[in-house]
Structure formats: C-alpha cells, structure tokens
C-alpha cells in the first residue's frame, strides 16, 4: 500500500504532475468537441454546395486567397 502512496505522491511533486495531466486531458477534450464541431459544420457546407442549394460567392463560403 505504501508504493501506491508514493507512486500517486510523485516525490513531492504531485500537485504539479497531476494538475498538467488534469490541465492536458482537459484541452484535449475541447480539441476533439471542436474537432467535431467543426467537421459537422463542413459536411454541411460540402452537402450544400454538392447540391447546389448555395452559390460558391455567398457570405458563408470562403473565397479562396490570390
């Protein structure tokens, strides 16, 4: 039971090691929503433009830089 203990207590440095990972596993879980988001929000455009229910030069569309 005691290598359990200093295995979670990390030497002292516990508060830290286990914050970054809390920290890291919290950014990556907004990363993957976005993620999501995101490829939703682009299907959509793709299976508007696909069916021709948008134009290509309307607001939502972005134009393509020269």
Excluded: C
């Excluded at 290598?3 to 920290?23: D, H, K, Q, R």
């Excluded at 993620?35 to 290509?56: F, G």
């Amino acid at each position: 039971m005691k290598e359990i203990y200093n295995f979670f207590e990390m030497g002292g440095y516990a508060l830290y090691v286990w914050s970054s990972f809390g920290f890291t596993f919290i950014i990556m879980l907004i990363l993957l929503v976005k993620s999501y988001k995101d490829n939703r929000y682009n299907r959509k455009i793709y299976q508007d433009l696909k069916s021709n229910s948008i134009k290509p030069n309307e607001k939502n569309v972005k134009k393509p830089q020269t």
